[in-house]
């Protein structure tokens, strides 16, 4: 085997030399995608995070002023609410813009549905793998918690929860009296963005409004 590497020609040796060198490209091409995926990964739960932290303090004065106030100077969206599970010492704060782009700072209200405090259901929609990923830890009988900028207060009962399609979902109307539906992606563990939605069902059960 000695004698045979011994005898390979130039040209052969060069070939064999390009060949180790390619690979190598490619090994190195690989290795920095993956390190790219993975602060890809990194990103985007950071970025969740920061942003409730910078939404927390404009909520905290929005509360003071009793009006929207911008997060950051190029915000195209504000903090409504505060939204807290007790039991499970969770604490959100709702944009009151149903944007995808409003999303990726914060759970949304979405527009379509009914307001916060009115007949109807209100829908907050966040992603599953940030904001909403303690659905899956809400039980039937949990108190979820709404505070608003303007002082009024919601607490809200679980009742259920149910996986529907996207374009199967529709929230009970005034009928049923004031309610709440937590709505993100299904299953929770998907890498792909998929048709199902993972909704919590919740119906109020105290209301009042600060000096009230």
Known sequence: MIRAALSLSPARMKEAARGRGLLMLLLLGLCLAGVAEIGRGLYVPAKAAVAQV???????????????????????????????VPRLGVSRVILDSGSGQALAFGPTLLPSAAAIGERGTAVIAAHRDT???????LHTGDIVTLQTRLGLNRRYRVT????????????????MGERLDLVTCFPFDAIQRGPWRYVVHTEVVAAHQDGA
């Open 131 to 137: 904001h909403f990923r303690f659905l899956h830890d």
């Open 54 to 84: 910078l939404l927390e303090r404009a909520f905290e004065r929005s509360l003071t002023a009793h009006e929207p106030l911008k997060p950051w100077p190029w915000a195209d969206m504000t903090p409504l609410a505060r939204l807290s």
């Open 160 to 175: 259920g929860t149910s996986v529907v399609r996207w374009d199967r979902y529709a929230a009970p109307d005034a009928m």
